[in-house]
């Protein structure tokens, strides 16, 4: 019973905030999230990465080793991605941003931090410090077909995560008053971007649903899996294994439709927000029983 409640308390207040979201989504269809938006990615996001990576104990070879298994994570993901795109005769470079980046920020951070605080905290943000940097890198390059290195160069969070991984290589000490400031903001930016989540179920539409969900299949079934093959395959345990297969079975990242739509003809955006809709749901019913597993067996 008691695994139970350690899962009820991990994932109610994730839930509870993409509700409210939803429900204020429904209650008005004008309402603007552009600030949410423009917060996240250029104050937000940075803000996480750096309070996650130095402040929660983690140390130089954690955050280098679970970033290396998290980049083979998505090698095996870009390979399921591209089999399923070929098989269903999509484009399989445009439309694979949605399979190989899940949203390990806005769900995948709060659910690591409740199942195992700040030791799934630090860990949970090596792991997203990488999707952010291929959100901005490898993301750009897919849906447009060509490398734009402006983009890199504009990306707060780029800089972020340098400085984090200086900050830890040299072990530094982080003064208090940088502690404090990116604490609230990375609580602030996590229920801001999750409650945005919730409004964005309400305005994405699915185009086609048995595809969507055949997508969404592999994005939230598989991922689980390959992410239990990189566990035994290097013998993982303890809570940075459970953060790490909690991570893998994240649905599509909204940010891959935001970059589609800037780089992307919108037919394949359409795609993107299909996969996005439904593997969002799926993971519903999916993330419970990933992270009950994850606590029962690594922690």
């Keep these: 019973m008691e695994i139970y409640i350690k899962l009820f308390e991990v994932l109610f207040p994730v839930f509870f905030v993409v509700a409210i979201g939803y429900y204020l989504g429904k209650k008005n269809s004008k309402l603007d999230t552009t600030f949410i938006t423009y917060f996240g990615a250029n104050i937000g996001s940075p803000a996480i990465i750096f309070y996650s990576v130095t402040t929660t104990g983690l140390t130089f070879d954690i955050f280098k080793s679970y970033f290396a298994y998290y980049f083979l994570a998505i090698i095996g993901f870009s390979i399921i991605g591209i089999l399923f795109l070929y098989m269903m005769k999509k484009d399989p470079i445009m439309e694979l941003p949605p399979f190989i980046l899940p949203n390990t920020g806005n769900m995948g951070l709060p ?3 409740f199942a ?15 999707i952010i940097l291929f959100h901005f890198t490898l993301g750009v390059f897919l849906a447009s077909k060509k490398f734009n290195f402006h983009v890199i160069v504009k990306s707060p969070s780029f800089y972020a995560v340098l400085i984090s991984v200086l900050f830890l290589y040299f072990n530094f000490e982080v003064p208090n008053f940088i502690i404090n400031t990116t604490m609230l903001l990375t609580y602030a930016t996590i229920f801001l971007i999750l409650m945005s989540l919730g409004i964005a179920l309400t305005r994405l539409k699915v185009f086609s649903f048995n595809k969507a969900l055949i997508s969404s299949v592999a994005r939230v079934i598989i991922g689980p899996i390959v992410g239990l093959i990189i566990i035994r395959s290097f013998n993982l345990t303890g809570i ?11 649905p599509s990242a909204v940010l891959t439709y935001l970059v589609g739509s800037i780089y992307s003809p919108k037919k394949i955006v359409d795609n993107i927000a ?3 809709v439904v593997s969002t749901v799926l ?11 994850a606590l029962k067996y690594f922690i």
């Design 111 to 113: 659910i690591c931090l």
């Design 116 to 130: 195992y605080g700040s030791q799934g905290l630090g860990v949970a943000g090596a792991i997203s410090s990488l």
């Design 240 to 250: 940075a294994a459970g953060v790490l297969l909690i991570q893998c079975s994240m």
């Design 274 to 276: 299909s996969m996005i």
């Design 283 to 293: 993971s519903f019913i999916t993330i419970p029983i990933v992270v009950f597993f």
